[in-house]
């Protein structure tokens, strides 16, 4: 669901959110092409109780959305990462 969000956000604004929080959250200020919110609340933490990474790349063109795994920690072999390259 979550990268499905994402990328309904950036096919209606033209490029990916610079933070999670504008997929649930209506932007402050009007964003052309905005009809969110893309997700009906805040996103929680994976199945393993660690909160999601998401990272911008690309100037917004792209992003990395991860989950550290089964063992809690980022960057290790378990890791499940979704991508969107630039």
């Known amino acids: 669901n979550i990268t499905m969000a994402l990328d309904l956000y950036e096919f209606d604004v033209g490029y990916f959110p610079a933070i999670m929080n504008e997929l649930w959250e209506k932007p402050a200020q009007p964003l052309p ?3 969110g919110p893309y997700l009906k609340r ?3 933490a994976d199945p393993w109780a660690t909160p999601y990474a ?3 790349l690309g100037g917004g063109k792209g992003y990395r959305l991860s989950s550290a795994g089964p063992d809690r ?3 290790t072999k378990d890791d499940i990462t979704a991508e969107s390259l630039p």
């Open 73 to 75: 920690q980022q960057g």
């Open 33 to 35: 092409g905005y009809k």
């Open 42 to 44: 805040a996103i929680g």
């Open 54 to 56: 998401y990272t911008p």
